[in-house]
């Protein structure tokens, strides 16, 4: 009757309002979302076991997946006036003594480089270098700045044990020479004093190793 009808018209209402109608949307599309994803699962397992070119398989795979993310992706875009704000409130709650909203920066430990980057702040860092251009002596320079300052770090060591990385580290904080590490019949009094005062009391509880070769991206 008229009544049904006049509720039903007020529930639309209600629905078309911006705030309730950006909430279903985002129900739906979460929605569509999963089922997408176990449809490819689904394809993927069928045509794997199904003995299919498992290349193209994964191409495919891979291909839609994708498809599926870019739209996430783009829900991720951000209104460059909105984010300069938000910086603008994060130096002043920050030079005021409060808590910005963005993780705080670990300084290096090489005057210089924090100078130029303002120390390490948290994100995706790529050291490149040619052979023995000195990547793995500054990541460990990193390492022990980050620890020193209260932080905790995970290594993963690729290319050398765990031996010998934490070796390097002692090196570095102890301010003992590697060949003299390598060859202890040369270390001297002032080594052992170093090696049983910073470099045996730093924090190397929060240092964290996996020393596996074959650790592969994806895992890591």
């Not at 860092?125 to 980050?146: F, M, P």
């Not at 905790?152 to 904080?173: K, N, W």
């Not at 009391?201 to 240092?207: F, G, P, S």
Request: hydrophobic fraction near 40%; include cysteine.
């Amino acid at each position: 009757g008229s009544a049904s009808l006049s509720q039903a018209l007020d529930f639309s209402r209600h629905m078309m309002q911006p705030s309730h109608l950006d909430h279903h949307v985002s129900v739906l599309k979460s929605c569509y979302l999963r089922r997408q994803a176990i449809l490819t699962a689904g394809r993927l397992e069928s045509d794997a076991y199904a003995g299919d070119d498992i290349d193209a398989t994964l191409a495919e795979t891979i291909n839609n997946l994708g498809s599926l993310a870019a739209g996430t992706v783009a829900t991720r875009i951000q209104n460059g006036r909105d984010v300069l704000q938000q910086f603008l409130i994060d130096l002043e709650t920050a030079r005021t003594g409060g808590t910005p909203s963005e993780a705080p920066a670990f300084k290096t430990g090489i005057p210089e480089l924090d100078e130029a980057m303002g120390g390490i702040v948290p994100g995706f860092w790529l050291i490149g270098a040619d052979t023995s251009g000195g990547k793995t002596a500054l990541s460990l320079q990193l390492v022990r700045a980050v620890i020193n300052q209260g932080g905790r770090v995970l290594v993963f060591a690729l290319e050398m044990s765990s031996r010998q990385l934490v070796r390097r580290i002692v090196s570095g904080e102890g301010r003992i020479p590697m060949q003299r590490l390598m060859r202890p019949e040369t270390l001297i009094e002032y080594d052992y004093a170093n090696l049983s005062g910073r470099g045996a009391t730093w924090a190397a509880e929060n240092l964290l190793i996996c020393d596996d070769g074959d650790v592969t991206i994806q895992e890591v």
